[in-house]
């Protein structure tokens, strides 16, 4: 499904690894770990497509538009931006080739699924951060995408979000998805997923979490 070749990416003529080789199949689920500015967001963009790497190639057995759903950081959006989170959800199904009652009916049904329904009329800087990122779940629960990309998902959720967050990824493996998933929480991964990928200066390593863990000298920097 997914298909790095000698791929390294990074700021222009400063790759931030080792060519990375790495072959994920249909339905994977990896967690991406490693220390702050390692490179992980990085990657992402790059298997997204937003950004080019620097080296090597990347094949993905799926169309690059609509095929890839990335989930951004709450950082990079501008929460002053004049948009309702009804707007922001529904984003999620622009290319749906649902017709306009099925689509609303997904969308009542998503928000609802996501603990949203009262809030859909709040604009975004009206919401908390848990509230913002359950929104942003919930935008990528209505693509159709086969390739998931979450950076960070786990950010501001609470107990109930982050139960939230988990059945949702445990259903799209079962649909058959690939996900990729960068967490700070090693731990708390190694609960939900088995296999992950250490992305470091020396190198890159992909193997199942619970032996990356056990290598404390690796993972010492991993916040």
Not at 7 to 19: D, M, N
Not at 66 to 71: E, S
Not at 144 to 153: F, G, K, N, R, S
Request: aromatic share 4%; proline share 4%; charged share 15%.
């Amino acid at each position: 499904m997914i298909h790095c070749h000698n791929l390294q990416w990074g700021p222009a003529g400063h790759a931030l690894t080792p060519p990375l080789n790495l072959h994920l199949a249909r339905a994977s689920l990896t967690g991406l770990i490693g220390s702050n500015g390692c490179g992980k967001s990085s990657l992402l963009k790059v298997l997204a497509g937003i950004a080019k790497p620097l080296r090597g190639q990347v094949e993905l057995a799926v169309p690059r538009l609509g095929g890839v759903a990335y989930l951004v950081q709450q950082q990079a959006l501008d929460r002053q931006f004049p948009i309702k989170l009804n707007d922001l959800v529904s984003a999620g199904l622009w290319r749906s080739r649902l017709n306009r009652q099925q689509r609303q009916a997904r969308l009542e049904h998503t928000l609802a699924d996501w603990g949203l329904s009262d809030l859909r009329q709040h604009n975004l800087q009206a919401l908390s951060g848990g509230e913002l990122q359950r929104a942003l779940l919930a935008r990528l629960s209505l693509t159709d995408a086969q390739i998931l990309l979450l950076d960070e998902p786990e950010a501001a959720l609470d107990e109930q979000g982050l139960a939230l967050l988990w059945q949702h990824i445990q259903t799209w493996q079962a649909q058959g998805r690939t996900q990729i998933i960068v967490s700070h929480s090693v731990n708390h991964m190694s609960q939900h997923l088995d296999n992950a990928l250490l992305v470091s200066r020396s190198g890159c390593i992909a193997a199942p979490i619970c032996e990356l863990i056990g290598q404390r000298s690796a993972l010492e920097q991993v916040a």
